[in-house]
């Protein structure tokens, strides 16, 4: 039994569902809604945070934990690179997303306009919105300088630095919050990236009361 607990718009489970999907691994999505405190769940997670992933007896938590358990037990095809100095900024760069882009971004944007409104929280407050906007512009340039010189966000080859990144702005990007016009080298990696097959079932992903912009799924944007 294979089965990852999951918020559709979640980044961090969006990250590992595109780790999965990537080395073809399937397993069954179960909807979980933390602010519910489950008692099921907190027993298997007392974080009580997603995602999760139960293999049979196994249960994994923390998205960083479960992508290096799925990168050593199914190597290919390989999301970390082989040479030290590469392993090393590929983690860096998924840390940046996962972390800084995260707290940042995601949580002024995201989890003000559509989880509060999910979990009945409150209302988004209009700083932290403002917020997100500017500090979402910062990023963008960011990677469009990184851009310059690579093929991808560390380097040549895609890894883990690169659905780290595709998980948030993803995620973003289904309540209109990425401007795609920032940068063409965004634009045309993110393109590149979401026309992966390990990208379908995340672009198939609805939220009630919660309509994506017609681009969202549509692979040439």
């Known amino acids: 039994m294979r089965r990852l607990y999951h918020m559709p718009l979640s980044p961090f489970c969006r990250k590992i569902r595109l780790v999965l999907a990537e080395k073809k691994i399937e397993v069954e999505l179960v909807e979980e809604k933390p602010w519910e405190r489950r008692m099921d769940y907190l027993r298997m997670n007392p974080s009580g945070k997603v995602p999760l992933l139960k293999l049979d007896d196994l249960v994994l938590a923390e998205s960083n934990a479960i992508f290096e358990y799925i990168e050593e037990t199914h190597p290919d095809p390989p999301l970390l690179p082989r040479k030290p100095a590469a392993r090393a900024e590929a983690r860096r760069l998924a840390a940046w997303f996962d972390d800084k882009f995260h707290h940042e971004v995601t949580a002024n944007l995201l989890y003000e306009r559509v989880n509060k409104k999910l979990s009945k929280t409150g209302y988004p407050e ?82 009630p009361g919660f309509t994506p912009p017609q681009h969202y799924a549509d692979l040439d944007f």
Do not use: C
Request: net charge neutral; aromatic share 14%; proline share 1%.
């Open 126 to 207: 209009s700083d932290k919105i403002k917020a997100g906007l500017r500090n979402i512009k910062y990023h963008l340039d960011y990677m469009e300088w990184l851009f310059e010189a690579r093929s991808w966000l560390a380097g040549d080859q895609m890894t883990i630095a690169d659905f780290a990144a595709a998980a948030q702005l993803s995620s973003l990007d289904y309540v209109s919050d990425v401007d795609w016009t920032r940068g063409q080298g965004v634009r045309d990696w993110y393109a590149k990236i979401k026309s992966r097959p390990a990208f379908r079932s995340i672009l198939a992903d609805l939220v």
